[in-house]
């Protein structure tokens, strides 16, 4: 039986992550989530918050409560937790974060959302109007700066993940006021349902993280 590892940057279980690539891999798949803040109290997390916009991740604790979190403490723990997974038997590897990050050891091997992305905006999009839809305001400067290329223009509205239909409604209706030929939903927290708002306001080809992700393992795992 194959087993993918899902390393999450919060806390496990993960049940909404996790659905997705059980329903995109073969139905004997082995899914195993940890989180890099496992084994943390609700305090500890707290204690462990963003310095500045770069140093900002969006995460759901235990898929239930919303934080923002340190990108630096996550990376300090992440080693730890991808040990944890392989030793778990896992036959391939998830970061499950769009965030970009930089070499950490035993990242070898890994998926990283972020560079899936990347790749399918690039391929879809050589020159023109890219929308971003990001998690916090706070974040919109860095991550516009990490989908910036030649040709590429960028508009980035904020929405948290966990937002009504209607906050997704406005922040879809504010993005479609720049016209983008793609978009890219910036966060793995976002769902088929706030995808489906997007690309009925917008009227423009949508990429949802955690099904692209979901895909691309797909071809990995069959």
């Not at 990108?71 to 036959?91: F, H, N, Y």
Request: neutral net charge; aromatic residues 4%; glycine residues 8%.
């Amino acid at each position: 039986m194959a087993a993918l590892g899902i390393a999450v940057i919060g806390q496990g279980p993960r049940d909404d992550i996790a659905a997705v690539f059980a329903s995109a891999l073969a139905t004997n798949t082995r899914i195993i989530v940890r989180g890099c803040l496992d084994g943390l109290s609700d305090a500890d997390v707290d204690g462990l918050p963003p310095r500045d916009g770069d140093d900002t991740l969006y995460t759901r604790l235990r898929g239930e409560r919303d934080v923002k979190i340190s990108k630096a403490a996550v990376i300090e723990r992440a080693p730890e937790t991808l040990d944890a997974l392989r030793r778990d038997g896992a036959d391939a590897l998830l970061f499950a974060c769009t965030g970009a990050f930089p070499p950490m050891r035993g990242d070898v091997g890994v998926v990283f959302p972020s560079r899936v992305l990347a790749a399918l905006a690039a391929g879809l999009l050589a020159t023109g109007r890219l929308g971003l839809l990001v998690p916090a305001p706070e974040q919109i400067r860095k991550l516009a700066r990490k989908w910036e290329r030649p040709g590429i223009q960028i508009a980035a509205e904020a929405l948290l993940p966990s937002a009504s239909a209607d906050e997704a409604e406005a922040a879809a209706t504010r993005l479609a006021i720049h016209r983008p030929h793609l978009v890219a939903m910036d966060c793995m927290s976002y769902t088929p349902e706030t995808r489906a708002i997007l690309r009925r306001v917008i009227a423009a080809p949508t990429l949802l993280a955690v099904s692209a992700t979901a895909r691309v393992l797909q071809e990995i795992m069959a």
